[in-house]
């Protein structure tokens, strides 16, 4: 296979926007949930930073704090070491299935609920392309119809 001029320059937004179309296909259309996520989580991650750079909230942030809040953090109290070890947990149950399809797992192999786990990860991904675009592309306008409102393809 030939490669020579394929030379190509992407921004942050393109590929992130490039990966998260197609772990939807991935999830959609070929029911392959680990390259979905995988894809998603990557998709996720940047457009997070991407946020973060506009002094946006990603949605993992959201739902830390959130998380924080419900276990009885207060404003003043974020910043305390118990706060932040409780953060630290909260981000790595929240990225464990991303983490464990990226990575070399020690024992083996991992188990879990890989349809939802992709569905959630692409979720938290489309969550972030919208806070920093307001616009939604087709591929994740069906998803949303399918996997969410429960239409049939």
């Known amino acids: 296979m030939n490669v020579e001029g394929c030379k190509v320059t992407l921004s942050n937004l393109d590929i992130a926007e490039r990966q998260l179309e197609r772990s939807i296909e991935l999830f959609l259309d070929r029911k392959d949930f680990v390259s979905a996520l995988t894809l998603a989580g990557a998709a996720e991650e940047i457009l ?4 973060k750079a ?5 949605w993992l942030e959201e739902i830390t704090g959130a998380a924080l809040k419900a276990l009885g953090y207060r ?11 409780a953060r630290k947990e909260i981000v790595a149950l929240a990225n464990r299935s991303r983490n464990s399809l990226k990575h070399y797992n020690d024992d083996g192999s991992i188990t879990l ?6 569905a959630d990860m692409i979720d938290r991904a489309v969550s972030n392309y919208w806070k920093l675009t307001q616009r939604e592309t087709g591929a994740m306008g069906r998803f949303r ?8 393809a």
């Open 48 to 51: 997070g930073k991407l946020l």
């Open 75 to 85: 404003k003043s109290d974020m910043e305390t070491p118990s706060a932040n070890q």
């Open 145 to 152: 119809e399918l996997v969410f409102m429960g239409d049939e």
């Open 113 to 118: 609920e890989i349809d939802v786990e992709a």
């Open 54 to 58: 506009q002094d946006k909230k990603h």
